[in-house]
């Protein structure tokens, strides 16, 4: 049986053209849904679709803890030899799914799908200078294009499942585990239905996550500008700008990183968990 987790936050527009792909593009399978509290009627079209599809099943989360905490919990729940993950918005195609299953048959433990996007310039070259930047200053490569949507064997599942880490940037936990992994290549279309939960803001914040959990070059950085800072103070005296923007931004770095360190020490849940159905 294959597992099939989807986060889902208001996208309701787009779950029963979504479902029906699925389950006219594949048999043996578990449908697991996690609503990440979305604020529209997603759950109201998920409940009466549980009652008629035992194997649709769906977690309800008891606030919006982020697309990645929705993910975990449906890898958490999932029980299949080989769990996939994919978006809601019918941009990452149910048709492809076969191929990564075929692949997994053949002895990869991981199958990634490349995204060709045909998205607005501005999001491209944000993704774009992202996976640069972050393979360029990372212990952790992960491919070009390469997001959430793909398969996982048991083994790897339970490996991610097992990590005790609350920051969770599966993209990048999935290429840190290793093992036999494969790639396929298709095109990422439009979103025909609703409207992405991702603005300039939200796409900054998860750039500056996927970094911090992989790399602690922004401390080396700051260590260097301080440095340089050190030697134009004894050269020169009209440094008083450079200065305060130099110490502004280490401060904000070490900021983020005794953030990171607070909630691992918290240990709060990674999620909470209101219903589940059919599970």
């Known amino acids: ?12 527009v787009n779950l029963k053209s979504l479902i029906y792909r699925l389950y006219k593009t594949l048999d043996d399978f578990e449908l697991i849904f996690v609503d990440d509290a979305s604020p529209d009627n997603t759950l109201e079209i998920l409940k009466p679709l549980c009652q008629k599809l035992p194997n649709l099943k769906v977690i309800s989360l008891s606030r919006n803890f982020g697309q990645q905490m929705a993910s975990s919990a449906g890898l958490k729940h999932a029980r299949g030899e080989a769990v996939i993950i994919m978006d809601d918005d019918l ?16 002895g990869n433990d991981i199958v990634y799908a490349v995204r060709n996007r045909k998205e607005s310039k501005l999001r491209i070259l944000l ?3 992202f996976y640069k930047l972050f393979n360029k200053i990372s212990y952790q490569k992960i491919p070009i294009d390469s997001g959430d949507f793909g398969l996982m ?11 005790p880490e609350h920051s969770r940037f599966l993209r990048g936990l999935r290429a840190w585990v290793g093992f036999k992994q494969a790639s396929i290549g298709y095109d990422r ?34 260590f260097v500008l301080s440095f340089i800072y050190i ?39 990674l999620y909470l968990i209101k219903e589940k159905i059919n599970l």
């Open 1 to 12: 049986m294959i597992s099939i987790v989807i986060p889902t936050y208001n996208s309701a």
């Open 91 to 106: 941009q990452d195609p149910p048709e492809l799914i076969p191929t990564m299953i075929r692949l997994w048959k053949e």
């Open 127 to 129: 993704y774009k200078l």
């Open 153 to 163: 064997s048991r083994r790897v599942v339970d490996i991610i499942n097992s990590m």
């Open 189 to 222: 279309q439009k979103r025909e239905k609703g409207k992405s939960g991702y603005n300039f803001i939200k796409i900054l914040q998860f750039v500056m996550y996927g970094l911090l959990a992989f790399t602690n070059m922004p401390l080396y950085i700051s």
């Open 231 to 269: 030697i134009l103070y004894v050269f020169t005296t009209n440094v008083v700008w450079f200065t305060s923007s130099t110490l502004l931004f280490c401060i904000g770095i070490l900021g983020k990183y005794i953030v990171r360190i607070s909630d691992e020490v918290n240990q709060r849940p």
